[in-house]
């Protein structure tokens, strides 16, 4: 069992998993695997500060690891802290869609110690982590409809591994994430509540960062 702490070098145990990969007589997927992590760890070291790209690049080795480590009958765990220390974290996590557009949805992980971790059904777990996560999403009630239609944990939002952007949000209160259940609960039993509250409100705690596609399905 390999615990990954931080970084994403080659390490003795992925070297061992990509010897059992060869001599399975798997050479394609060993050299995968060696590109895949060669390429994230470069993905993460270019990323600076950037806590969105840091953990795209590591959201992306934790799951090409847990792929193959389980082929050769290994166990990967992931102990990075996608929350940089704050026990919850809310990113804006973008994936391609359709006639070269985007989607957008809120992402929000909690580690165990989180109040959000206990108390809202987080049910998407990072793969060879305790972190676990869950998605606020939304798409067109209807191909021409100008109504919009809410969802938790979408089938493509919860995707990690199609995110080509992560943005990381500079909020940590839990009581301010919390609210955004809260917002799309209320939305999605088409209460009275209007799209764009909560789109002002996702708006306000990222300060400044336009979430336009988040209503582009």
Known sequence: ??????????????????????????DGAAIH??????????????????????????????????????????????????????????YIGIHAVALGNYHASVIIMANPISSLYQNYNLEQTIPGSMTKYSTLGARQSSFLGADLESGRDRKRDIMLDIKVEMIASNTTNAATIANLFKLE???????????????????????????IPLHIA
């Open 1 to 26: 069992m390999y615990v990954d702490p931080s970084g994403l070098d080659w390490t003795e145990e992925d070297a061992i998993v990509h010897g059992k990969l060869l001599k399975q007589g798997e």
């Open 33 to 90: 695997f060696k590109m895949a992590i060669d390429e994230a760890t470069f993905l993460y070291e270019t990323a600076g500060k950037d806590k969105g790209k840091k953990t795209l690049a590591h959201l992306k080795a934790a799951i090409i690891r847990t792929e193959f480590y389980d082929r050769v009958k290994m166990t990967y765990v992931d102990d990075y802290d996608y929350t940089y220390g704050n026990g919850h974290i809310v």
């Open 185 to 211: 609960s209320t939305y999605r039993k088409k209460q009275k509540t209007s799209v764009w509250i909560m789109t002002s409100f996702l708006i306000d705690i990222q300060q400044g960062i336009i979430l």
